[in-house]
């Protein structure tokens, strides 16, 4: 444990493992610490079709690959563990996990990812699984011949709202704002489907059942007004926000809580560096990912051999 | 045919078999999505730590994944994947859904023997 790595990363989604992959490569003793499944965002995704060089893939397979390619270069991958310190404010940084181990190294990269956004209402937890979903293709089938809610506006509801209305029998879409977010296209397709219906201006109060998901309360934003409807299900798609909790305290970041960095990926703090979906930029893609893990990991050699 | 590095239940036949020979038997059914793919990694990544017990998966859509789907433990279940937990073939606990790594041992601590693994120990 008092081994000084010369790279951690934490996160292991593209960008880390890009960091990781180039790193180990240039000999650089890394280390990669991931606090969930390695693989990130992109193993929601069923099909990759624009990742050059690769015909077709999906996300599983591409961070499976990935993940391989950074072990043969010697790197160090520790998944499903909870980081609960960072001290990134001396040359040597220091990272806890589990409260108890610490790894330190000359130099980190934050490959910190994004997250699903929840609701956090009241019956969100509770019926994971008995009703709320963040799944369409996973999930949907259980819905057959059944109402559901779908949460949001952006791309992603509307087109997993137009997949579950193969199922259900009818479909609530609830949205915060009167306009949606998603391209014409998505509101196109969700608005033809007579399965599909609309209450804009609105957001979910509290989620209610027994066994299973029986009814959510809906604040109507303009007038304040809260009402209820029968459901079987809440499916949520609000997107991503950046997995900046940890850091937010000591990392500079923009207004959008995404943390700022150079064209070389530095951050505020000498010898950190940032990849991928935390930082603040206008495309989040697989291609753009790997593109700030390799950067970020070649700033790092960069910064250690004139360390040395 | 799920592509993880688990050992896959693929009959009713093996499911008793595993049930008539194991103690602790821990079966994850479900497919290759987003909520299934964490709850197989922890499985994978626990499998050192938890000597005691045997991890498998079973593939949702499989002939005989009925001796799952259709486990009274699994009434009213809505999201994949469906996790079961066995002591002496008797399902002691079944989860709907993705679980994280804490969700996962602590039904293995408290319902099986606790292992020498520390949640603070995680190895490669």
């Given at each position: 444990?008092?081994?000084?790595?010369?790279v951690i990363i934490l996160g292991a989604g593209p960008a880390g493992l890009s960091a990781g992959i180039y790193a180990s490569r240039a000999k650089l003793k890394t280390l990669i610490l991931n606090e969930g499944t390695i693989g990130g965002q992109v193993i929601l995704t069923h099909e990759i079709a624009n990742y050059p060089g690769v015909e077709t893939t999906n996300g599983f397979q591409l961070i499976n690959t990935m993940k391989k390619q950074a072990k043969e270069f010697g790197c160090t991958i520790k998944a499903n563990l909870n980081i609960t310190g960072i001290n990134l404010s001396n040359k040597i940084k220091e990272i806890e996990v589990n409260s108890s181990d610490t790894y330190k190294a000359k130099t980190v990269i934050l490959a910190l990812g994004g997250k699903p956004r929840t609701l956090n209402i009241s019956g969100e937890e509770n019926f994971k699984g008995r009703g709320v979903s963040y799944c369409a293709t996973?999930?949907?089938?259980?819905?057959t011949d059944k109402e559901v809610v779908v949460v949001g506006g952006g791309n992603?509801?509307?087109?997993?709202?137009?997949?579950l209305a193969k199922y259900v029998s009818k479909l609530t879409v609830v949205h915060q704002f009167d306009h949606f977010q998603a391209l014409p296209y998505y509101v196109e397709m969700a608005k033809n489907n007579p399965k599909i219906n609309f209450i804009m201006n609105s957001e979910l109060r509290g989620i209610e059942g027994e066994a299973s998901v029986k009814k959510v309360k809906i604040e109507n934003l303009s007038t304040g007004q809260i009402s209820e409807l029968?459901?079987?299900?809440?499916?949520?798609?609000?997107?991503?926000?950046?997995?900046?909790?940890?850091?937010?305290?000591?990392?500079?970041?923009?207004?959008?809580?995404?943390?700022?960095?150079?064209?070389?990926?530095?951050?505020?703090?000498?010898?950190?560096f940032a990849a991928g979906?935390?930082?603040?930029?206008?495309?989040?893609?697989?291609?753009?990912?790997v593109?700030?893990?390799?950067?970020?990991?070649?700033?790092?050699?960069?910064?250690?051999?004139?360390?040395? | 045919m799920l592509m993880t590095n688990l050992k896959h239940v693929e009959s009713v036949d093996e499911h008793k078999k595993i049930m008539e020979e194991n103690e602790?038997?821990?079966?994850?059914?479900?497919?290759?999505?987003?909520m299934c793919l964490p709850v197989y990694d922890i499985m994978e990544e626990l499998e050192d730590k938890y000597k005691?017990?045997?991890?498998?998966?079973?593939?949702?859509?499989?002939?005989?994944?009925?001796?799952?789907?259709?486990?009274?433990?699994?009434?009213?279940?809505?999201?994949?994947?469906?996790?079961?937990?066995?002591?002496?073939?008797?399902?002691?606990?079944?989860?709907?859904?993705?679980?994280?790594?804490?969700?996962?041992?602590?039904i293995l601590d408290e319902y099986f023997e606790k292992s020498e693994y520390q949640h603070s120990k995680v190895a490669d």
């Open positions: 444990m008092d081994d000084i790595y010369d996973c999930d949907g089938e259980f819905f992603s509801a509307l087109e997993e709202s137009v997949s029968n459901t079987n299900g809440v499916f949520i798609f609000i997107g991503y926000s950046a997995n900046i909790d940890k850091v937010k305290d000591f990392i500079t970041l923009n207004s959008s809580g995404e943390i700022v960095v150079d064209n070389n990926m530095k951050t505020n703090i000498e010898g950190v979906d935390c930082i603040a930029k206008r495309y989040r893609q697989v291609t753009t990912a593109a700030d893990g390799t950067i970020a990991a070649l700033s790092a050699s960069d910064y250690i051999m004139n360390l040395e | 602790n038997v821990m079966i994850c059914c479900g497919r290759m999505g987003p005691n017990v045997k991890f498998y998966d079973m593939d949702f859509d499989g002939p005989d994944a009925h001796v799952i789907k259709n486990a009274p433990e699994c009434a009213g279940f809505m999201g994949l994947p469906f996790t079961m937990y066995y002591k002496n073939g008797k399902v002691v606990k079944a989860t709907t859904s993705i679980q994280d790594m804490d969700q996962v041992t602590s």
